[in-house]
């Protein structure tokens, strides 16, 4: 072969590795393990370039870390269940398993393309009985343990789908599948109590130092620490056995601003009050048919009805307020009623104005004292204010010492209590489709609900249903779903609900320890294994996927499943960026867009001559066709090609943009490098000639033996630092110093070698050729990290400063170990020194070693 042709290199590696069981992971507690994982992608029937670039990071990783003398863990799976498949399985009369499995095994064979070194051994799919029957397991223990219960809940519910949908599956009101207007119902939900590690969860984010920053903030800001205060107002006339109505809130400093008292439609008051009055049933129905998420509301316009109750200020009785049922208000935050401020709450104000409620100030600013109009005043906590209408007497004060104050005070007096609350709920599990871990549950009219008994685990799905009605299968399905009850064996009936697909992500990293065990982990196993050294995926997963796995770790440590020393599960994390491309489009005969594949365009214009309209780079997108195919791209450039541009173009956690232009640059280098081998391979000794040695040794050239060590010490610090694009130029740098060196064939080949070693994690297949033509012993894979030589990385040479009466004239580079006398004959003769004197002598010249040389003329 005497031209790069990546397609016979890497076929021809890839098999090498395979045979040689490179990769598989074995514990051995003699050697420092490192467990390198990337989020593990669903199963959607083929890679795209943000797959590379992920999963390409992740192998640098793996690689290098396995080069350094780790015993490295790089593990793949497929995060397989949900509604996906299921709309897939009704599109094309299919079964979604058969769906799932026929893209698991399309999306394999891309990945190994790439040459991953990933530990097949341990795959599994989240939808393999196998694995969804130690999860079910784990729900068991959960229950057992109370860490999972079942409670009546308001819901966001599907109706097209007939599903719960989690509160990030309701896009603008509307289910995220099938786009229908999405309703507030109470179900009988399963739910994990994540709320009780809230603080845990929150103060262990600070312990967190190799995580990014912004994504501690969004989990801190998910589960929402806030101060504030709980006390009631009583009603002026009791109602339907209810003669208060408690609230909390953050801004007690505020109370004497209040307008009105704010119910949710699913306050218990309301719900009584609704069963007698068909206007405010009808009105709680259209609240009902928003959203549950905070977002829905806040979008939402905002509605309310006066239920014609009044409530008692609890400072002044005298001072009664309206009570209204108000569309934006949650019941599972706080206790699903708020008193409302309009002065100093945009959401309140917006809602008083509508409704010609009072608008009463308690503050104004000191810089701009005017009064509130249609906006309200809300400054930072921590921002000093005027207090105009405050009992505890404050003149300017913090908002923050207002509350302190508040809280206080009420605590002093007795109406109200201080209390921390969190943000974060509880998670609901529950769904109701087919595609999703069984719930393994048994609901008996003499027993109640009856856990399943853990020897009859995995509850299986059963394979012969269908999804010609809308709805759950499970439920019309009376062979599965009709089971005698495990306590009494009388008649009783599984639960049909399913697990939220969050759930079947929450915990496979520690699967992976050991994934043929008999119980959700072998404690051996996980001890050895967990943590997860390095962690890498899309910043999209920052809160609920990252939050759950914590949440699951510590469960399941609480469980036995996990030593206590995995109740953070991620050591680091990395987010990488988007992988983008320019967007090309036409117009239809309507004036509306026609998007088009980027290999449909070339120069701008599509095959038929029709011009395209060039859209800037956007993030890669199925629906605006700016996709480009990984696997066009490995059978037309290589997967090392692929890999390299990934690696090259932009600091990782930014976004990167493809390009052809890019992609042929990446390519043509990665060919010099090949050819670059492959004529010192055929100017080296050949085996069994005089001289010939099995591989070169080491770089004599004191030239090219410099830049070899500056090159290990500077690849070595890019991929420590996650700086893959700076190794990468570092590495051009290094095969450019290499092609120009003057320097014996033999020390040329010993660095060709060495940066063989340096690129083997980023372009694998390559750097094994290199290797295998310069003579190199056994796969490179195995060979150790080059180390630099700490000598050679040191300068030789100081430049010193030639100061002539105290102004900088000139320079002098010299040996650092050169004698003075030696310095001084060297100024002297230097021409800025020679003009100054003017062929006289110098007054004094004084050289100070290593820093500078002074002349007095």
């Not at 793949?76 to 026929?102: C, S, V």
């Not at 002065?343 to 509508?354: E, G, N, T, W, Y």
Request: hydrophobic content about 40%; charged content about 25%.
């Amino acid at each position: 072969m005497s031209r790069y042709d990546p397609a016979t290199i890497e076929s021809k590696w890839q098999q090498e590795w395979d045979a040689a069981e490179v990769f598989q992971a074995t514990s051995d507690p003699k050697r420092p393990k490192y467990y390198v994982l990337e989020m593990f992608p669903y199963p959607s029937g083929n890679l795209h370039m943000g797959h590379v670039r992920n999963y390409a990071m992740g192998d640098v990783v793996a690689r290098y870390k396995a080069a350094c003398g780790f015993n490295v863990l790089h593990p793949m799976g497929w995060d397989a269940f949900g509604l996906p498949a299921e709309n897939a399985a009704m599109e094309r009369k299919i079964h979604p398993g058969a769906w799932t499995y026929d893209n698991i095994a399309n999306m394999k064979s891309q990945f190994r393309s790439l040459g991953l070194s990933l530990d097949w051994s341990r795959e599994f799919a989240t939808c393999d009985p196998e694995y969804y029957g130690q999860q079910q397991a784990l729900f068991l223990d959960f229950l057992e343990k109370g860490l999972v219960y079942r409670k009546a809940a308001v819901v966001n519910w599907d109706p097209v789908d007939m599903t719960v949908l989690a509160n990030e599956q309701v896009e603008d009101g509307r289910g995220w599948r099938s786009g229908a207007l999405v309703e507030r119902r109470e179900l009988t939900q399963w739910f994990f109590r994540i709320s009780d590690f809230s603080d845990d969860l929150l103060t262990a984010l600070d312990g967190l130092e190799n995580w990014p920053d912004k994504v501690r903030t969004m989990q801190a800001n998910w589960i929402g620490r806030s101060r504030g205060l709980r006390f009631g107002f009583d009603l002026t006339t009791p109602s339907h056995g209810i003669d208060k109505v408690d609230v909390f809130t953050t801004r007690p400093d505020t109370l004497m601003g209040a307008s009105f008292v704010g119910l949710s439609p699913d306050h218990p008051l309301t719900k009584a009050l609704e069963a007698e009055n068909p206007d405010l049933a009808a009105f709680c129905a259209e609240c009902r048919s928003v959203g549950t998420s905070e977002e829905a509301l806040e979008k939402a316009e905002k509605r309310g009805m006066d239920t014609g109750l009044r409530v008692r200020h609890p400072l002044k009785p005298d001072w009664e307020l309206p009570v209204w049922v108000a569309n934006f208000i949650l019941m599972d935050y706080g206790t699903g009623a708020v008193f409302a401020c309009p002065a100093h709450d945009q959401r309140d104000l917006d809602f008083a104005r509508k409704y010609d409620l009072p608008v009463t100030e308690t503050f104004e600013s000191l810089s701009d004292p005017q009064p509130v109009t249609d906006k309200a005043l809300i400054p930072p906590k921590s921002e000093k204010v005027r207090w105009i209408n405050h009992f505890a007497g404050l003149d300017i004060a913090t908002g923050d010492a207002a509350i302190e104050a508040t809280i206080a005070l009420a605590e002093k007096d007795g109406w109200g209590t201080g209390v921390t609350q969190f943000r974060l709920r509880d998670w609901g599990l529950s769904r109701q489709r087919y595609w999703g871990c069984p719930i393994p549950v048994v609901h008996c009219d003499a027993c109640g609900v009856v856990p399943e008994k853990k020897e009859n685990l995995p509850v299986r799905l059963p394979d012969d249903v269908s999804f010609d009605k809308p709805g759950n299968p499970l439920d019309r399905h009376d062979a599965w779903r009709n089971v005698p009850c495990p306590s009494c064996g009388a008649p009783a009936k599984r639960e049909t609900d399913t697990m939220d697909t969050f759930v079947d992500s929450s915990w496979y990293f520690a699967r992976f320890t050991s994934p043929g065990a008999a119980t959700p982990t072998d404690r051996s196993e996980a001890d050895y294994w967990m943590n997860v050294d390095q962690y890498i995926g899309g910043v999209e997963h920052a809160i609920l996927h990252l939050l759950y796995s914590r949440f699951f770790s510590r469960a399941m440590a609480i469980c036995g499943h996990l030593p206590d020393t995995a109740a953070e599960p991620f050591n680091a994390l990395f987010t990488q960026g988007m992988v983008t491309h320019e967007i090309y489009q036409t117009r239809d005969g309507q004036g509306r867009p026609v998007y088009h594949l980027p290999a449909e365009v070339t120069d701008g214009k599509l095959e038929n001559g029709d011009s395209v309209e060039v859209i800037p780079s956007a993030k890669m997108s199925k629906s605006k066709k700016n996709v480009v195919d990984p696997v066009g791209i490995v059978d037309r450039f290589g997967a090392d090609t692929a890999r390299w541009f990934m690696l090259s173009d932009s600091p990782p956690e930014r976004d990167v943009e493809w390009t052809d232009a890019g992609a042929e640059a990446a390519h043509k280098h990665l060919a010099r490098v090949w050819r670059m081998a492959n004529e010192l391979s055929e100017s080296l000794p050949k085996a069994g000639e005089s001289g010939a040695e099995a591989a070169p040794k080491a770089v004599s050239d004191a030239a090219l033996a410099r830049i070899t060590a500056r090159a290990i010490r500077d690849v070595t610090d890019g991929i420590d630092g996650f700086a893959f694009n700076t190794s990468v130029a570092k590495l051009y740098a290094f095969t450019a110093a290499i092609a120009k060196s003057k320097a014996p064939d033999t020390d040329r080949a010993a660095a060709l070698s060495v940066l063989a070693q340096l690129m083997a994690p980023m372009t694998p297949h390559l750097a094994e050729d290199v290797w295998a033509k310069l003579g190199g012993t056994g796969l490179l894979a195995n060979q150790p990290w080059p180390k630099a030589d700490q000598a050679l990385l040191v300068d030789q040479t100081v430049t010193l400063p030639i100061q002539v009466n105290g102004k900088r004239r000139s320079q002098l580079s010299v040996a650092k170990d050169m004698p003075k006398d030696e310095i001084e004959k060297l100024v002297l003769a230097d021409p800025a020194v020679q003009k100054a004197l003017a062929g006289g002598t110098p007054k004094k010249l004084i050289v100070v070693p290593g820093r500078i040389v002074n002349v007095v003329v």
